[in-house]
């Protein structure tokens, strides 16, 4: 039974680019959750979605960031044109089920911009 | 929105004392409270809940208790361990389509 699986681990990006951040929720859950953390700090709530739909995009800087979770693979963040404040850790969670149903994290995707 | 507070943001504690990470929350129409473990370099891990129906779970050396009229929630760690040492993080959420928001993190430190 696998757990929610984020690609790629770690990162790297130059001033510019285009970073993806990819996340497959566990079997069965169709709710899925990003996060940023920067070190020493906690967790900042990006974007919910369920498949083929944004919930709640309330954590989503407005310029450069955006989120899908198309029918079919895996929810994807990008990130255009990445800035050096953009380097954190993202994390995904998924859910079964709807706000109070338990999320399970993935390992998170470290993104260190250059 | 909901706006969930953690104290203490640090805690040191001697191997074997017990440790206590309290958390208020604003909105009184939450009705779930995780509390996730983060080591140093890992995902959060959930390691106890409570929803609003119940005062106080427990599980081995782990207890959460709720005060609903008081919109307060601890995390009570019994004879700790050096591997207890790691953030743990509270969170609230109002169930439905809404988001689960989390306190700023405790770094407990356990000290052998």
């Known amino acids: 039974n696998a757990g929610v699986m984020q690609n790629p681990r770690h990162l790297v990006r130059r001033r510019g680019q285009e970073a993806r951040l990819r996340c497959s929720p566990m079997k069965g859950h169709s709710h899925v959750y990003w996060y940023r953390q920067l070190p020493e700090e906690g967790l900042k709530f990006m974007v919910y979605l369920q498949k083929e739909n944004i919930i709640d995009e309330s954590g989503m800087p407005k310029e450069r960031f955006s989120a899908e979770f198309p029918k079919e693979g895996p929810s994807i963040l990008r990130i255009q044109q990445v800035v050096r404040g953009d380097s954190a850790a993202y994390f995904c969670?998924?859910?079964?089920?709807?706000?109070?149903?338990?999320?399970?994290f993935g390992p998170g995707t470290r993104l260190t911009v250059l | 929105g909901e706006n969930v507070e953690q104290h203490p943001s640090t805690l040191s504690v001697q191997e074997g004392d017990s440790a206590v990470i309290k958390c208020t929350y604003s909105d009184s129409a939450s009705n779930y409270f995780p509390w996730y473990k983060q080591e140093l370099g890992k995902r959060p891990q959930l390691i106890i809940d409570i929803r609003s129906n119940v005062g106080e779970k427990k599980d081995q050396r782990i207890a959460v208790t709720l005060n609903k009229t008081a919109k307060h929630f601890s995390l009570h760690i019994t004879e700790t361990q050096p591997e207890d040492s790691a953030v743990y993080f509270c969170?609230?959420?109002?169930?439905?389509?809404?988001?689960?928001?989390f306190g700023t993190g405790t770094k407990l430190q356990v000290i052998p």
């Open positions: 969670a998924s859910s079964h089920g709807q706000g109070s149903d338990t999320q399970y």
């Open positions: 969170a609230a959420s109002k169930g439905g389509y809404q988001k689960v928001t």
